[in-house]
């Protein structure tokens, strides 16, 4: 228990520590009825082209590997979304659904496991100074979060992918 709240208080200070300062009551997690196509391959755009598509806040979280604060608005806003699925909000990709989600209590959304692990990528990140496992989607390379392992909750992977939920669209309904 005392390593889990170490690490709780870690990755706390480490995404407070990559903030930009953001008012946070701009950062949503966007809605939408329906499911969004799923890409069939890669997706790629420039910077520029990336910078329109997505808001202010997807484009800092996506883009730019930023933050959100915890236990902030999008966190509310998950903790109380019901069956559904969770799409890359650059690029439509399924990522999660409902099934692999849990409240870590982290303050930012939580999942056990990919829902389509072929759109999730993950890769060693050491840009805070610590040795963190960073989490993309596989298909536009969006930033989502990072994955920590062995923190023992109890799920079936042992597994909390921590994730900026403004890097996510929501779609209710059967997963």
């Avoid at 009551?25 to 969004?36: A, I, L, V």
């Avoid at 590997?65 to 690029?91: D, L």
Wanted: net charge neutral; aromatic share 8%; glycine share 12%.
């Amino acid at each position: 228990m005392k390593t889990h709240l170490h690490l709780l208080t870690l990755c706390a200070a480490l995404s407070l520590a990559s903030c930009s300062g953001r008012d946070e009551k701009k950062t949503t997690m966007e809605t939408q009825s329906e499911k969004p196509a799923e890409p069939a391959g890669k997706v790629e755009k420039t910077d520029a082209e990336w910078e329109k598509a997505l808001t202010p806040e997807q484009y800092e979280i996506l883009r730019k590997s930023g933050t959100e604060r915890p236990h902030g608005e999008v966190y509310k806003e998950f903790k109380k979304q019901g069956e559904g699925s969770y799409h890359c909000a650059g690029c439509g990709a399924l990522l999660f659904t409902s099934k692999q989600k849990f409240d870590s209590g982290c303050g930012w959304p939580s999942f056990y496991d990919p829902a389509k692990a072929e759109n999730v990528l993950t890769r060693i990140d050491t840009s805070m100074g610590s040795t963190r496992v960073e989490v993309t989607c596989a298909k536009c390379g969006g930033h989502l979060g990072h994955v920590f392992e062995g923190e023992g909750y109890s799920t079936p992977t042992d597994k909390r992918y921590c994730i900026n939920g403004g890097g996510l669209k929501f779609v209710p309904g059967k997963p």
